[in-house]
């Protein structure tokens, strides 16, 4: 059973698409971190949410908690945004998403 | 702030050997927790402490694997012995209470 749930899998754009990765979970959550991971790289934490929307350059994350649902959308998406970005919940402990694979193709 | 720092970044070891993983979590930070991942099972808990105790070690494989607070600013993760299959990338990550994580840069591990 898992917690938290991510689509699509995989992802390829091209250079400039709005893109969208959706997570849902089923437990119960004090925030929700968006994390990013490049190939080969280490893991950053994009967003952390508990509430409503947040900002940051072209990245954009909400979170539904009544529908247990985030969001976090690429808009005007480039091939440096190429990179596995994974939902986590923060619950009684962390509960990781299995990851979005994102490729962004000039 | 220097972030969580973890070593060694890469070791290469032959199967029954003694492994040690390392990690200095962010000053300040009350949470520390280890991760492996791998292609097959994605990210998974190994162990947390808060406060130098360990919490939760339930994602811990087996006997072979052990972790180590012994301060705010060291924790270690060995496994002894080591098998192929303990290969993956083993990560550090701490936060304060309530605030975002940290993840180090990983200890990628290869058993031979």
């Known amino acids: 059973k898992n917690e938290v749930e991510q689509s699509p899998q995989n992802l390829t754009a091209q250079e400039g698409e709005f893109i969208t990765i959706n997570c849902s979970y089923s437990v119960g959550i004090s925030a929700l971190h968006w994390l990013q991971q490049h190939p080969g790289g280490g893991i950053v934490s994009l967003f952390m949410l508990s509430s409503g929307k947040k900002k940051h350059g072209r990245l954009i994350a909400t979170i539904n908690i009544q529908e247990k649902h985030s969001s976090l959308h690429i808009t005007a998406s480039h091939p440096r945004d190429s990179a596995v970005y994974i939902c986590a919940v923060d619950g009684n402990q962390f509960y990781f998403g299995t990851g979005t694979s994102l490729t962004v193709i000039p | ?112």
């Open chain 2, 1 to 112: 702030d220097a972030g969580v720092i973890q070593s060694p970044r890469h070791e290469v070891t032959e199967m029954g050997q003694e492994v040690t993983l390392r990690c200095k979590p962010i000053s300040g930070h009350d949470y520390l927790f280890w991760y492996r991942q791998t292609m097959m099972r994605g990210l998974e808990l190994l162990i947390y402490f808060n406060n130098n105790v360990p919490i939760d070690d339930s994602g811990m494989p087996e006997d072979r694997f052990s972790a180590k607070m012994p301060n705010a600013s060291f924790s270690t993760l060995k496994i002894q012995p080591s098998e192929p299959r303990d290969s993956a990338v083993y990560f550090c990550a701490s936060r304060r209470t309530g605030n975002t994580i940290y993840f180090g840069e990983g200890s990628w591990l290869t058993v031979v």
